[in-house]
């Protein structure tokens, strides 16, 4: 299959990418580099069966030739960055996919989105099935995401009722893993980074409130499997295993050997108090669940984040 992924010098889609090329696929890459990174993709530049596209995904997106899949990851999509670009990040969301949802209908190729955990807000029912509606503030600074990504779905679902294009839904929650941006904001690479560096580590409120975490290898294998023998209706992708933000900054301590201390900062407006999957739906429907341990995963995104030089780990 000849396949278009937006957002493709991201964390995420750069790892989607390798996944696709290496089952043989073609792939058009296509990113405008205002929170992905060239050197995700660098290791690209002379394959056979990987094209890239220097593109705002808000304008009109052609692709020469036939295409079976347009995947939409573009997108700001940790809390520095959609703060840093709210109305970036908002155009996304909403030109952005309509564009991509124009080309899937024009090519006649299967549409994915990549939606998220945020479009359940400050979550009232714990853990969060896809049936919930959310507790989202339109108002508040974290809503320029959660609405983006809610009003994604909605126009995806629009396109699928209407135009009759084949659409799939995926909420993803906390992942983690290499290429990961030093300081983008997300937990994980925050505290990784603060360790290594011999800074302390920074927990907001009293670290009491959860979050459940995805290695990006399970991850992209869900994403594929959805994609591949999903259905239209919105599926969890995540790891159900939950854990408090102190405890993954004790983890994080343990395993890097650092001597940092924990340091509590006021709670952020917003910030979800739980956040953990119910992947039932998952389970049922594509046989997917994660398979890499929280301890696993961190060893391997430690190894990333110690190859980096001092320049590079200062980086946002």
């Known amino acids: 299959m000849r396949v278009l992924i937006t957002g493709a010098a991201g964390f995420l889609g750069s790892h989607l990418v390798d996944r696709l090329l290496a089952d043989g696929h073609e792939v058009v890459g296509m990113d405008n580099f205002i929170t992905g990174r060239p050197e995700n993709i660098a290791h690209l530049k002379d394959h056979p069966r990987f094209r890239f596209v220097k593109h705002n995904v ?10 079976g899949g ?79 990504k809610r009003f994604a779905e909605a126009m995806t679902m629009a396109y699928h009722r209407y135009h009759g294009v084949d659409t799939r839904i995926v909420r993803i929650f906390n992942t983690y893993g290499p290429r990961m941006r030093p300081r983008d904001g997300r ?22 409130q959860t979050r459940s975490f995805c290695y990006v290898d399970d991850l992209v294998e869900g994403i594929l499997r959805l994609f591949q023998r999903g259905d239209s209706e919105p599926t969890n992708i995540g790891n159900p295993v939950e854990f408090t933000v102190r405890q993954l900054a004790e983890h994080v301590l343990r395993l890097t050997g650092s001597s940092s201390k924990i340091v509590a900062e006021p709670l952020p407006v917003d910030d979800p108090k739980v956040r953990q999957p119910d992947i039932s739906r998952a389970r049922r429907t594509l046989g997917w669940e994660p398979q890499v ?8 995104t430690i190894g990333y984040f110690r190859s980096l030089t001092p320049a590079a780990l200062k980086e946002a």
């Open 58 to 67: 808000t304008e009109i997106i052609t692709v020469d030739g036939p295409l």
């Open 187 to 208: 937990v994980v690479s925050n505290f990784i980074v603060q360790a290594l560096a011999g800074e302390p580590l920074t927990v907001y409120g009293d670290g009491s």
């Open 70 to 148: 347009v995947l939409h990851f573009a997108s700001p999509a940790s809390p520095r960055d959609y703060l840093e670009l709210p109305i970036q990040t908002l155009k996304v969301g909403s030109l952005g996919t309509h564009k991509a949802l124009g080309l899937a209908l024009a090519k006649g190729a299967r549409f994915l989105l990549a939606s998220t955990s945020e479009v359940y807000g400050d979550p009232l029912v714990h853990p969060q099935p896809e049936s919930y509606w959310g507790n989202v503030n339109p108002v508040g600074p974290r809503g320029v995401y959660d609405e983006a």
């Open 293 to 300: 341990p929280l301890e696993q995963g961190l060893q391997r």
